[in-house]
């Protein structure tokens, strides 16, 4: 069974910096697509960005130059570094992972930024 757990969410002021990590246990072969979203209230799910195997990513125009992906293969992760944070970025993220024809959620960790 594939498991997701993130970690690094939290309370910070608006101007601060934290980084999100996901770890993906379980079994899985080989993992393609890599990414972050997330969920503010009364609102759709967003892709934040996201990361493929090949180490090509993708940001939403809201976060470009502030936050940066990245992952490390061997150990089947995925960071969110997250800087410059407004207000507007306050939501539950998300890790999701593309494996094998299949998705695979995390059950999320909460940020908020404060004004």
């Known amino acids: 069974q594939v498991q997701l757990v993130e970690s690094g969410g939290g309370l910070v002021q608006a101007g601060g910096s934290l980084r999100l990590s996901c770890a993906v246990s379980?079994?899985?072969?080989?993992?393609?697509?890599m990414g972050w979203y997330r969920q503010a209230p009364g609102e759709q799910r967003e892709l934040v960005a996201a990361?493929?195997?090949?180490?090509?990513?993708y940001y939403a125009d809201s976060v470009k130059g502030r936050f940066t992906i990245s992952r490390d293969n061997a150990k089947n992760t995925v960071d969110l570094q997250m800087n410059n944070l407004k207000p507007e970025d306050t939501a539950v993220y998300y890790c999701?992972?593309?494996?094998?024809?299949?998705?695979?959620w995390g059950q999320g960790t909460q940020v908020t930024v404060s004004s």
């Open positions: 999701k992972i593309s494996a094998s024809g299949s998705n695979y």
């Open positions: 379980g079994s899985i072969f080989s993992i393609n697509n």
């Open positions: 990361i493929r195997s090949g180490g090509s990513n």
